[in-house]
């Protein structure tokens, strides 16, 4: 860990590209949040930076139910993906969630998932205890992204 992020790391077996189809659809995310909070997401994959997608959300740090809009702030197919939340009606805003891929040979591939606040502003800072999550959050959801790649 980091001042600023915390990331995790996992060899998955499978190529980049069926992880990365995986994380560039947000109705999965569901499916591979380790931290518990994903509710649901869009249908529409995610295709470029800029793009902006919602994801229906719930934590008790937010009081409950709330939407998160996240712009896609990194995209490199099969090799990278990062977005940056924002959730509606507040101004907290600054942190990422940053996905990399790295094949290893054929059919594996090292993910790593890095969760920063380098960014995060002043209001976000006092609004929010960094980091909101634990180490552990990163490594289940590596874990839940093996076996959703596994069953397709």
Not at 81 to 108: F, V
């Amino acid at each position: 860990m980091s001042e600023h992020s915390i990331s995790a790391s996992r060899v998955i077996d499978a190529p980049a590209d069926a992880i990365f189809e995986v994380l560039t659809l947000p109705s999965r995310h569901q499916q591979i949040d380790g931290s518990g909070t994903v509710v649901s997401g869009d249908d529409q994959r995610i295709q470029q930076v800029g793009q902006v997608f919602v994801m229906n959300m719930n934590g008790e740090h937010m009081g409950g139910d709330y939407v998160m809009e996240n712009t896609v702030s990194g995209y490199d197919e099969n090799k990278l993906l990062a977005w940056r939340p924002k959730p509606q009606g507040a101004e907290l805003e600054g942190w990422e969630w940053i996905w990399e891929l790295e094949p290893q040979g054929p059919g594996q591939t090292l993910v790593t998932e890095t969760y920063s606040w380098e960014h995060a502003t002043p209001e976000a800072k006092k609004a929010v205890s960094f980091p909101l999550f634990e180490d552990r959050a990163l490594e289940q959801s590596l874990e839940r992204l093996a076996a959703a790649v596994s069953e397709k």
